[in-house]
């Protein structure tokens, strides 16, 4: 890929670079708005690596320019910004972020969910068109429409009082609700995914092999586990999951490990990406010690999930 990294100070610069180098990315510097705005009017870069503030200017100078001096440019722009700033999620130039500081493998796996999320879309526009042209056939030089396939009832869960769609919370020291939860969908039904520091095997064991997916995580990333500091190719795979599977349903059974792990704020936001940023229906279902939380930590989870106790439902 052709990359512009754009941020005025040198050591950042050479850092990122080597990192994208060495995965043979053709790579170009800048230090100002200005140089930003010209490389990539000569460069035409696939992706920027864009500082939130560039010298004393506002890095998102740079995409108003472009989008003004260049209309029909598709900039791609990866943030890197202070794990305080929230990224502007109403921007559909801003493909993602990385927050400071950061490791090595923060930058490769941002350029690697761009990779990934673009080959989706390409995906899915094919797709789209597949099923387009599926619908239509030729029939004595009339168009019929094929009938579509009868969809497979959905499991009645009324009478727990949890809406498939919706995303709920357990505030517990010891993952006990969230299991409970997780019983209630019939696995013939809905897919099920549980992101855990637990053995996949012990997980498994506890729904039985066939039933659920896993994901689990340690520090190393080893072993057919994810590392749990790695956030990005975390959300790659939960993303994936979601994309692929009927009906999903993604569990975080100890979400206080991932916290402890990578960090309040960091962790918060890559759930609230997550959600957000779902393209089909699904529930999550979050179980982490209250303990630890600061009101405001509540109050940011409870802005996307509802409480989840057995008791008053």
Same mark, same amino acid.
């Given at each position: 890929?052709?990359?512009?990294?754009?941020?005025?100070?040198?050591?950042?610069?050479?850092?990122?670079? &080597?990192? +994208?180098?060495?995965?043979? %990315?053709?790579?170009?510097?800048?230090?100002?708005?200005?140089?930003?705005?010209?490389?990539?009017?000569?460069?035409?870069?696939?992706?920027?690596?864009?500082?939130?503030?560039?010298?004393?200017?506002?890095?998102?100078?740079?995409?108003?320019?472009?989008?003004?001096?260049?209309?029909?440019?598709?900039?791609?722009?990866?943030?890197?910004?202070?794990?305080?700033?929230?990224?502007?999620?109403?921007?559909?130039?801003?493909?993602?972020?990385? &927050? !400071?500081?950061? !490791?090595?493998?923060?930058?490769?796996?941002?350029?690697?969910? +761009?990779?990934?999320?673009?080959?989706?879309?390409?995906?899915?526009?094919? &797709?789209?068109?597949?099923?387009?042209?599926?619908?239509?056939?030729?029939?004595?030089?009339?168009?019929?429409?094929?009938?579509?396939?009868?969809?497979?009832?959905?499991?009645?869960?009324?009478?727990?009082?949890?809406?498939?769609?919706?995303?709920?919370? $357990?505030?517990?020291?010891?993952?006990?609700?969230?299991?409970?939860?997780?019983? *209630?969908?019939?696995?013939?039904?809905?897919?099920?995914?549980?992101?855990?520091?637990?053995?996949?095997?012990?997980?498994?064991?506890?729904?039985?092999?066939?039933?659920?997916?896993?994901?689990?995580?340690?520090?190393?990333?080893?072993?057919?586990?994810?590392?749990?500091?790695?956030?990005?190719? $975390?959300?790659?795979?939960?993303?994936?999951?979601?994309?692929?599977?009927?009906?999903?349903?993604?569990?975080?059974?100890?979400?206080?490990?991932?916290?402890?792990?990578?960090? $309040?704020?960091?962790?918060?936001?890559?759930?609230?990406?997550?959600?957000?940023? $779902?393209?089909?229906?699904?529930?999550?279902?979050?179980?982490?010690?209250?303990?630890?939380?600061?009101?405001?930590?509540?109050?940011? +989870? *409870? %802005?996307?999930?509802?409480?989840?106790? !057995?008791?008053?439902?």
């Amino acid at each position: 890929m052709k990359i512009l990294i754009v941020d005025d100070n040198v050591a950042v610069q050479e850092i990122i670079r &080597d990192i +994208l180098a060495e995965r043979d %990315h053709n790579v170009r510097l800048a230090s100002t708005v200005d140089e930003a705005v010209e490389k990539i009017k000569s460069f035409e870069p696939d992706v920027v690596m864009l500082d939130s503030w560039v010298g004393d200017e506002d890095g998102m100078h740079v995409v108003s320019r472009i989008k003004e001096e260049m209309p029909n440019f598709d900039l791609k722009v990866i943030l890197i910004k202070s794990s305080g700033e929230l990224a502007p999620t109403d921007n559909p130039n801003i493909k993602g972020w990385v &927050d !400071k500081p950061f !490791k090595s493998s923060d930058i490769i796996d941002a350029i690697e969910e +761009l990779k990934i999320a673009e080959a989706e879309a390409v995906q899915a526009e094919e &797709d789209r068109k597949k099923s387009k042209r599926r619908t239509k056939t030729r029939s004595g030089g009339f168009l019929s429409r094929k009938r579509k396939a009868e969809p497979e009832p959905v499991q009645d869960l009324s009478e727990s009082g949890v809406v498939f769609g919706m995303s709920y919370i $357990m505030f517990e020291p010891e993952p006990e609700r969230v299991y409970e939860f997780v019983s *209630l969908f019939d696995p013939s039904k809905y897919s099920i995914l549980i992101v855990t520091s637990d053995r996949a095997k012990a997980i498994k064991e506890r729904f039985s092999y066939e039933s659920v997916d896993v994901i689990p995580l340690t520090s190393s990333g080893r072993a057919g586990t994810l590392e749990i500091q790695a956030l990005g190719s $975390m959300m790659v795979r939960i993303s994936q999951f979601i994309n692929e599977k009927e009906r999903p349903v993604v569990v975080f059974d100890t979400f206080g490990d991932i916290i402890e792990a990578n960090g $309040m704020n960091p962790s918060l936001l890559m759930l609230q990406q997550l959600m957000t940023g $779902m393209t089909k229906v699904c529930t999550f279902a979050v179980s982490v010690d209250g303990a630890p939380l600061t009101g405001k930590d509540r109050g940011i +989870l *409870l %802005h996307n999930l509802h409480v989840y106790d !057995k008791e008053s439902i």
